[in-house]
């Protein structure tokens, strides 16, 4: 979005930028929304074990949920990971519509799912898992496979990469991202 009014002097710095609420860059809300969509099913293929093991360990970004917060019985794992998954599914879908999912209007989307689906949101905040733990555990895992050039490798191979804007100030910024999108 231009901010079509300046009273900036000739030469002062360039900060306008054309983010998305000033500062989702259109590369980071690739790699956000990338991540999240290969979460909701890598979550539910690293979690085919989980109800014979009885605990979620091993369970893709599960290690970012406080252990506290983490299911109890093997019925539950299951459920869980379930409801885990499709928080990430929610958080893809709103980037893809062009919404941000900061962790009240990500809550807010989730309480308008269908019932079924519901159930499987309160399956994972039964032991106090919040919201917000799954954004941080999205931004954490962005920035582990990023940084480990596992997301450049795998994903921004094509013409759709090289075609976003970048930002010098907002592309990358891990800190910023976690600080806006949970707070
Ligand atoms: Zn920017």
């Known amino acids: 979005m231009d ?14 930028c054309h983010c998305q609420e000033g500062w989702l860059s259109p590369r980071m809300k690739f790699i956000l929304s990338t991540t999240a969509a ?16 009885g605990h979620v360990g091993g369970v893709y970004l599960a290690e970012h949920i406080p252990g506290d917060q983490l299911p109890r019985g093997k019925k539950s794992v299951v459920s869980w990971i379930e409801g885990f998954a499709a928080i990430f599914g929610v958080i893809h879908d709103m980037f893809e519509a062009e919404k941000i999912p900061v962790a009240d209007a990500l809550e807010l989307a989730l309480s308008q799912l269908p019932k079924n689906k519901q159930k499987l949101i309160k399956a994972y905040g039964k032991n106090g898992a919040e919201v917000d733990s799954v954004l941080e555990a999205l931004v954490h895992g962005a920035k582990e496979e990023w940084e480990e050039n596992e997301f450049e490798a795998t994903h921004c191979y094509d013409n759709e990469w090289d075609a976003l804007p970048k930002c010098a100030e907002h592309d990358l910024n891990w800190t910023l991202a976690e600080d806006m999108l949970a707070g």
Do not use: H, N, P
Request: hydrophobic content about 35%; glycine content about 6%; cysteine-free.
């Open 3 to 16: 901010t079509a009014t300046s009273d900036s002097d000739m030469g002062s710095v360039e900060s306008s």
């Open 38 to 53: 290969v979460a909701s099913d890598l979550i539910i293929d690293t979690g085919e074990m989980a109800e014979e093991l």
